[in-house]
C-alpha cells in the first residue's frame, strides 16, 4: 500500500518564478493538508483540502493557492516566489471517516529559492 | 510567543538512557496531543496521540499530557541509536480537524 507521495523531490527556481508542486494521498484517504518547514523549524500549516474545495486555511498569503481533483490528488501553487519561500513543502493526507489524530505526511518537496 | 515552544536541543543521550521530551503551549483550546519523529530528508512519521489529559503508552514511548499546567511529554526508554531523529510535538483544538501546530522539534541523538 502506497503512502503519500509527492513531486517533484528537489527543486530549484528563481526569484520571481512560479512552481508547481504535486501530492497524492495514502490510498483510502480524502483529505489532504499542505505544510510549509523552513529549516530548522516544526511544519507550519499552509491550507487544506477536501471535496475540491479549500476548508481552512493557515497565515500564508494569496500567492499560496492550491486544488484538489476528483482523484484526491493535490497541488500547491506558489507564485512570484521570494527567497523566503525556500523549504521542505509536506503534504498529508487523512480519512476524514477516519480518526482524526491521523495525518500521514509524504517524504516532502524541497524548494531552493535563488 | 509562539502557541507552541519546545526547546530545540540537540539533546544527546548514550544509548539505554531514558529520553523526555518536552513541549508547553499556550491555546487552552487544544485537545488533542501528538508526537511526530522525522528522519533527516524525510517526512514526519505519527508515534503518539493523546486526546485531552492522561497517559499513554506504546512499547518504548509514554506520552503525557498535563493540560492544567499546558505541558505535554513523550518519554522514551531504552533509547537505541535508531532513535536518534528530530521529535515534534504537535496539537490541534477539536474544530481544526486540519491545521496542526507544531513545536519547533527536538534534535535527538542516541550514542552507542
Known amino acids: 500500500d502506497a503512502g503519500v507521495t509527492q513531486s517533484p523531490t528537489h527543486l530549484i527556481k528563481t526569484r520571481g518564478q512560479q512552481v508547481t508542486l504535486r501530492c497524492s494521498p495514502k490510498s483510502g484517504h480524502d483529505t489532504v493538508s499542505w505544510y510549509q518547514q523552513a529549516l530548522g523549524q516544526g511544519p507550519q500549516f499552509i491550507f487544506q483540502y477536501y471535496e475540491e474545495e479549500e476548508r481552512q486555511r493557515g497565515n500564508f498569503p494569496d500567492r499560496f493557492s492550491g486544488h484538489q481533483f476528483p482523484n484526491y490528488s493535490s497541488e500547491l501553487n506558489v507564485n512570484a516566489l521570494l527567497l523566503g519561500d525556500s523549504a521542505l513543502y509536506l503534504c498529508?493526507?487523512?480519512?476524514?471517516?477516519?480518526?482524526?489524530?491521523?495525518?500521514?505526511f509524504g517524504p516532502g518537496t524541497r524548494l531552493t529559492v535563488l | 510567543q509562539k502557541e507552541v515552544e519546545q526547546d530545540p536541543g540537540p539533546l544527546s543521550v548514550p544509548e539505554g538512557a531514558i529520553v523526555s521530551l518536552n513541549c508547553t503551549y499556550s491555546?487552552?483550546?487544544?485537545?488533542?496531543f501528538m508526537w511526530y519523529r522525522q528522519y533527516s530528508r524525510k517526512g514526519p512519521e505519527l508515534l503518539m496521540y493523546?486526546?485531552?489529559?492522561g497517559n499513554k503508552e506504546d512499547g518504548r514511548f509514554t506520552a503525557q499530557v498535563d493540560k492544567s499546567s499546558k505541558y505535554i511529554s513523550l518519554f522514551i526508554r531504552d533509547s537505541q541509536p535508531s532513535d536518534s531523529a528530530t521529535y515534534l510535538c504537535a496539537m490541534r483544538s477539536s474544530s481544526n480537524t486540519g491545521k496542526l501546530i507544531f513545536g519547533q522539534g527536538t534534535t535527538l541523538q542516541v550514542k552507542p
Open positions: 491555546n487552552s483550546a487544544f485537545q488533542y
Open positions: 498529508a493526507s487523512r480519512s476524514r471517516a477516519g480518526v482524526y489524530n491521523e495525518q500521514f
Open positions: 493523546t486526546y485531552s489529559s
